[in-house]
């Protein structure tokens, strides 16, 4: 797709991959976009690349536009591959270039790159570039996701570049969220926000919530956000920076997600009492199996869920393999303000549901145990017990949930 212009003389130069579905193991079943915006000002201004696989995109998308080489500026907001890593390529045709960074972007980029002869700007938050008529403000983003993250806001324009942050892993043609909504739904979009947001960004949440209030602080006016992926949000900005406080804040549904797996389908022969538990006390459920579902999906539905019920078989004295995957993957993301659970089946020795336990508690998440457990498979007794527990587990749910409203 060719640059489109997204402001007067600014213009998204950037790649659509429309074919990836693993994004370094997170599933990305409707694609994404590298998003790369060149601004012609007198001093032509490239802010980011693209993944190396698409270099050639941008580079088509900007010769578009001007001959490359007229580019004098360099911003590169982050380095993370997807991003950062076709920068050799574009260098090579922008070899006098200077290149605005962090200092622990330079860094990194020495760890990828032969740098040598390349010419840096160290940026600091508040620092200003000149480019001519317009003014970039850098804003250092640290761990927003990762150490180098900054972003780049234009005053003359209320624009703000702000990389990962406010993105989403969505290939469309649409490049506006107006252009969007039109052609699709606004909760397709709010999804892949949450999807994006639960996957890459959960554990930031409390460093979020400080940077975009610092930033609501600076007084910039933002009429227009750019993201390193996904859609540009043009029609009300302010929807997804109140999303993402929403959502740094751990705000949730009140909604009761089962995620499990099962071996011989006798963990799986609990859930329907433990649902009808849930449902009787007034509380909407949604259930995911683990090996039908992508662990992305499977975070995703967990992360807007304030409650989750874990079902695990025991296998060998502990859990299931792909729960414990899951406990593992969700661990790394450190959730808070949820309320969690477990129950399963066992042979002999049981531990599966014990240790999906001892992983909640890893997590500091509020745990309602203890969990139910059957042997080999729920007689009639086991499944009274399990509609109780999934009772018991939506009347805590709904007392926790009511701290945070
Ligand atoms: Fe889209 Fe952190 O890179």
Avoid at 147 to 161: A, Q
Avoid at 298 to 326: D, H, Q
Avoid at 370 to 394: H, L, N, T
């Amino acid at each position: 797709m060719k640059a489109v212009e997204i402001k007067p003389d600014i213009y998204w130069v950037g790649a659509i991959d429309w074919a990836v579905r693993d994004f370094h193991g997170y599933i990305t079943p409707n694609g994404t976009t590298y998003n790369n915006y060149l601004i012609v000002d007198k001093q032509v201004t490239l802010l980011d690349a693209v993944k190396h696989d698409f270099a050639e995109v941008t580079i088509g998308n900007i010769k578009g536009i001007i001959e490359p080489s007229r580019i004098e500026n360099l911003v590169i907001n982050h380095i993370e591959p997807d991003h950062a890593s076709s920068i050799d390529k574009i260098m090579k045709l922008i070899p006098d270039a200077t290149i605005y960074i962090t200092e622990k972007g330079r860094k990194g980029l020495e760890r990828y790159f032969d740098t040598s002869g390349w010419k840096f700007k160290i940026v600091k938050t508040g620092d200003i570039l000149n480019i001519g008529k317009r003014n970039l403000l850098f804003i250092e983003t640290p761990m927003i996701h990762w150490p180098d993250s900054m972003m780049t806001y234009i005053k003359e324009d209320k624009l703000l570049i702000s990389q990962d942050a406010f993105g989403q892993h969505y290939a469309s043609a649409s490049r506006f969220d107006d252009e969007f909504i039109k052609c699709f739904s606004v909760s397709e979009l709010e999804d892949a926000v949450r999807d994006y947001y639960a996957n890459i960004l959960m554990p930031f949440g409390a460093l979020i919530k400080k940077k975009v209030e610092e930033i609501q602080k600076m007084g910039l006016e933002i009429d227009m956000i750019a993201p390193d992926h996904g859609i540009i949000w043009r029609d009300d900005p302010s929807k997804v920076i109140k999303a993402y406080l929403d959502m740094a804040d751990g705000k949730a549904d009140l909604v009761v997600v089962i995620i499990y797996d099962t071996m011989w389908h006798s963990t799986e022969q609990m859930i329907p009492p433990i649902l009808q538990g849930i449902k009787d006390e007034g509380v909407e459920v949604k259930v995911i199996k683990l090996r039908s579902t992508p662990m992305s999906g499977a975070i995703k539905e967990f992360w807007k869920s304030r409650g989750c019920l874990v079902g695990t078989p025991t296998l060998n004295n502990i859990m299931f393999p792909s729960v414990a995957e899951f406990l593992s993957h969700l661990r790394g993301l450190r959730p808070k303000k949820r309320i969690v659970g477990a129950f399963g089946s066992y042979g002999w020795g049981g531990g599966a549901v014990k240790e999906a336990y001892e992983e909640f508690k890893k997590m500091g998440l509020e745990v309602v145990e203890p969990g139910v457990q059957v042997v080999y498979r729920a007689s009639s007794e086991d499944e009274k017990r399990c509609y109780e527990f999934g009772r018991e587990f939506a009347k805590r749910m709904k007392e926790y949930h009511g701290k945070f409203l």
